[in-house]
């Protein structure tokens, strides 16, 4: 049984998220946002003390309000000016409260099951993130503990031999973090990746590449353009060079930073069509509503093709108004 009756319920509690929440509440609607992590979730996971590489009219949700020391903001900054936001205007968010099935009801609107409760709802608008599944290479050894595929803090690994092997942001600022902090760091990248310097291509920020390559001539720093990680042991790595050789090198830790992806489950399995795009994929939905294929379910966020933090924040200013006027119609 239904314990609470919804006029939208909002699935994240990220930018998107926040933002549908926001303009639910300006809208008057009866709503809630259900949240199997934390505020601002994605931003948590970011390694402690990380330069978020957007500016802050990029990421504020109101503008001016978001005022980092330096140009850019910190984790921390950015992690604590969301959950201000939260707090300061009231929004109704449960968060340690996974979804675990969305069940669509007749005529309308939906039952969306959670751990805690069972909510009935008019609309449901899915604004999780995209980094449930970190990508895996699958290799021997690769579920040895010191194997990593999210990388927090550098302090752990001091005078430790660590291998970071990836190819964009996450994997160069590991990386230097890591150098900067006295590990004993091999970068392990493929070439048309470390030659890449087109931004719209994931190219590595000048802010990261520049200190790597102090390192990388200063010496306190390996680079190895690569083609494949052959095998993982208690103490070692095994790596394909460009030329074919392996190369085996001692080791005590391992990142494999190669991206992550969105879990789909909840949206395949209420009937969402989910497609290929690029390396990532994305659920079918109206460009202009953001409504998928399922009337009154709505997407909004990373996992969409509208992927910046600014898009996931302005798209659900959109398109609430519009979830709103539909309920309007409808009554």
């Known amino acids: 049984m239904a314990t609470e009756t919804l006029d939208l319920l909002i699935i994240g509690a990220g930018p998107a998220g926040l933002s549908a929440a926001d303009a639910a509440a300006r809208e008057g609607l009866n709503y809630l946002v259900v949240e199997q992590g934390l505020i601002a979730n994605t931003i948590y996971q970011y390694p ?3 330069t978020v590489f957007s500016t802050p009219n990029e990421l504020e949700l109101r503008a ?11 984790r921390e900054e950015l992690l604590s000016y969301y959950v201000q936001f939260a707090l300061r205007e009231g929004l109704r968010i449960n968060t340690e409260e996974p979804v675990t099935r969305i069940e669509p009801i007749e005529p309308e609107g939906f ?3 959670t751990t805690k409760a069972v909510y009935q709802t008019a609309r449901v608008l899915v604004a999780f993130g995209a980094m449930a ?30 291998l970071v092997v990836g190819g964009g942001n ?16 091999t970068f392990a990248i493929w070439r048309m990746d470390w030659e890449n310097r087109d931004p719209k291509m994931n190219a590595i920020k000048p802010w990261v590449r520049g200190p790597l390559e102090a390192h990388i001539a200063a010496g306190r720093l390996r680079l190895m353009l690569f083609t494949e990680l052959e095998e993982i042991t208690e103490d070692a790595v095994r790596i394909k060079q460009e030329d074919g050789r392996g190369v085996t090198l001692a080791n005590d830790a391992v990142f494999i930073l190669i991206g992550a992806d969105a879990d789909f489950t ?11 795009a690029g390396l990532n994929q994305v659920p079918v939905y109206d460009p202009d509503t953001f409504e ?7 997407v909004a966020g ?3 093709h509208a992927r910046h933090i600014k898009q996931a924040i302005e798209v659900p200013r959109r398109i609430v108004p519009l979830i709103a006027q539909s309920l309007r119609a409808s009554v």
Not at 64 to 74: D, I, S, Y
Not at 170 to 185: K, M, V
Not at 292 to 298: A, Q
């Open 111 to 113: 039952n969306v099951h």
């Open 266 to 276: 909840l949206l395949r399995e209420v009937g969402v069509e989910i497609v290929p």
């Open 170 to 185: 996450s994997a160069a600022e590991a990386t230097l973090f890591l150098a900067d902090e006295g590990a004993r760091t």
């Open 292 to 298: 998928t294929r399922v009337p009154g379910l709505y």
């Open 133 to 162: 599944y970190p990508r895996r290479l699958n290799v021997p050894g690769e579920d040895l503990p010191k194997v990593q595929h999210r990388f927090t803090e550098p302090y752990p690994y001091v005078r430790k031999d660590v």
């Open 302 to 304: 990373h996992f969409t």
């Open 48 to 50: 402690v003390g990380r």
């Open 64 to 74: 001016g309000a978001l005022q980092p020391c330096r140009e850019k903001p910190t």
